[in-house]
């Protein structure tokens, strides 16, 4: 019985070992310094991404009925046209607030500590709202499931909080100055 224990945890350990080797690869060392051009491209990329993600959320595919029709088949005026297809609508949804946020992610990211950084936070944060609420207006209530999308929402920020938490130390070796020792 000792041994199934001690070898179960033995695998567990290899398995988290392997996690943690996977995402430390893909998150940056705390001393890595972004060259100023491959920046640059990272904002305008990043920018672009939230700009056509925001446009296909608030003007979505198939665009929206322009009037309600009462029979039972009926549709509601402002309601994405492309909400009757549920599952292609909430796959489109998911991903487009996917993207939309991690951009967003990444914009703030690139742009912290610099002049300015408040005014693209207020403006990342209402950008956010604004999608939020046209979402909200555009979908029909008993298709998307709000809880859904803002788990979408959060998935690419807490992803990266994870990488961050789990990935290993950077290798510099600390030295530490003390004043030697008088005896």
């Not at 567990?12 to 893909?26: A, F, G, P, Q």
């Not at 046209?81 to 703030?108: D, E, K, P, R």
């Not at 936070?121 to 029909?140: D, F, H, K, R, W």
Request: charged fraction near 10%; hydrophobic fraction near 45%; proline fraction near 5%.
């Amino acid at each position: 019985m000792q041994s199934q224990i001690t070898e179960t945890t033995s695998i567990m350990r290899k398995m988290i070992n392997w996690v943690k080797d996977k995402i430390s690869s893909t998150s940056p060392t705390s001393e890595t310094k972004i060259d100023g051009k491959i920046r640059n491209v990272l904002l305008v990329g990043a920018a672009l991404i939230a700009t056509v993600t925001f446009q296909a959320g608030i003007s979505p595919p198939g665009g929206v009925w322009q009037e309600t029709k009462a029979n039972p088949d009926g549709h509601e005026a402002g309601r994405a046209v492309y909400s009757g297809q549920t599952v292609a609508f909430h796959i489109f949804l998911i991903c487009n607030t996917m993207a939309l946020t991690s951009s967003t992610f990444l914009l703030l990211c690139l742009t912290f500590g610099c002049p300015y950084f408040l005014e693209v936070l207020i403006a990342a944060v209402s950008m956010i709202g604004t999608y939020s609420s046209a979402i909200q207006c555009i979908a029909p209530d008993e298709s998307v499931s709000f809880r859904l999308l803002f788990i979408a929402a959060l998935a690419p920020i807490v992803i990266r909080c994870v990488i961050w938490a789990c990935s290993t130390p950077s290798t510099k070796v600390m030295v530490q100055t003390t004043a030697p020792t008088q005896h």
